[in-house]
């Protein structure tokens, strides 16, 4: 079966930190660019962070660069997100999908809730 796995999302205060993983199982994730994605309550989904299938090449949103860094470890077949600096405006459920683009991504995870709350 083919399925992605988010896990590490959670309540954290502004100013926190959280990791994100994503795992694959049934493929192999080191042959598609994966990205991760958030929807906010009443929001549109849109697109975080991506990461190309061999690490090389990563890019982020405006609203995220210097504060979050996707990562690869190929051979967990597994992709990271760690947050920093955490504020409000991140909280959102976040998706990881094999694709840079919600458009054009096959696979989807079932998502993690992340909180940023005082």
């Known amino acids: 079966q083919l399925q992605l796995v988010e896990s590490g999302g959670g309540l954290v205060q502004p100013g926190g930190s959280l990791r994100l993983s994503c795992a694959a199982s049934g493929f192999n994730l080191d042959s598609y660019a994966t990205g991760w994605f958030r929807q906010a309550p009443g929001k549109d989904r849109e697109g975080v962070s991506c990461i190309s299938s061999s690490g090389g090449v990563t890019n982020y949103a405006d609203s995220v660069k210097g504060r979050f860094t996707i990562s690869r470890d190929n051979a967990k077949n597994t992709v990271y997100l760690q947050m920093n600096s955490l504020k409000p405006e991140d909280t959102a459920i976040y998706y990881c999908?094999?694709?840079?683009?919600?458009?054009?991504?096959?696979?989807w995870g079932q998502g993690t809730q992340v909180t940023v709350s005082s």
């Open positions: 999908a094999t694709g840079c683009r919600i458009s054009s991504a096959n696979y």
